[in-house]
């Protein structure tokens, strides 16, 4: 059972590149979300998705773009990347949408952009 | 706005040592309560939780308990180990926060057991 599945662990971008962060879980989760992790900033929520072809901004969008396209995916896309957005990103999903249940957590993506 | 204080580490103990880590929440309604534990080049991982006022939840020897009337969920071990040596988050989950039951996460306390 896999989980949720990030891709890649590691990448350097350049400032103004452009890349996207893949998410996968197989557990049929609706709900879907990005998180950024920064030193002493915890998690902040970048996007969600709260089932297939719907998705909504969370505390920290700006820069980023999310499509739901199916319940199993969940990519997350810099469109021109800065060095502000170095940081680990992590996935996540859940069952339901109000959170009463367990969050998964992908391994995390650390991502430098030079 | 709702929110989630955690209190700040780093935190460095000796094994066997007693932990609390304190937690406090601002929320209009009545939150499910989350702690979560990242090991170092790890993602999360649900630690344990309780969902309704006065709930224990524990796990791997650690417990917190939801107190409603001081809004808090403080973690507690009452004998650590090497093996606990990571970061801790508490996070408010459910109807609070303002994006549909997405959890607020505390900004993590990282603890370090000597041997």
């Known amino acids: 059972n896999a989980g949720v599945t990030q891709t890649p662990k590691f990448q350097v971008l350049k400032t103004g590149q452009s890349m996207t962060l893949q998410c996968a879980q197989d557990?049929?989760?609706?709900?879907m979300s990005w998180y950024r992790q920064d030193p002493g900033m915890g998690l902040r929520l970048i996007h969600y998705?709260?089932?297939?072809?719907?998705?909504d901004q969370g505390e920290v969008p700006n820069g980023y773009n999310v499509s739901r396209s199916t319940t199993e995916d969940f990519p997350l896309r810099l469109l021109s990347a800065a060095p502000s957005q170095t940081s680990v990103y992590f996935c996540a999903s859940t069952q339901t949408r109000v959170g009463h249940t367990e969050a998964f957590f992908g391994q995390g993506t650390r991502l430098t952009v030079v | 706005g709702d929110s989630v204080t955690q209190m700040e580490g780093p935190v460095t103990l000796s094994e066997e040592a007693f932990l609390t880590i304190n937690c406090t929440y601002t929320?209009?309604?009545?939150?499910?309560l989350f702690w979560y534990v990242q090991y170092p080049g790890e993602g999360l991982q649900l630690l344990l939780k309780a969902t309704k006022a006065d709930d224990k939840g524990s796990n791997k020897g650690f417990e917190a308990t939801y107190r409603k009337e001081t809004t808090s969920f403080h973690l507690e071990k009452g004998s650590v180990q090497v093996s606990d040596s990571a970061v801790y988050f508490c996070?408010?989950?459910?109807?609070?926060?303002?994006?549909?039951?997405?959890?607020?996460f505390g900004k993590g306390t990282k603890l370090s057991v000597k041997p």
């Open positions: 996070a408010p989950g459910g109807e609070y926060g303002g994006s549909q039951g997405n959890l607020i």
């Open positions: 557990m049929n989760h609706e709900y």
């Open positions: 929320a209009t309604g009545y939150p499910s």
């Open positions: 998705s709260v089932g297939a072809g719907i998705t």
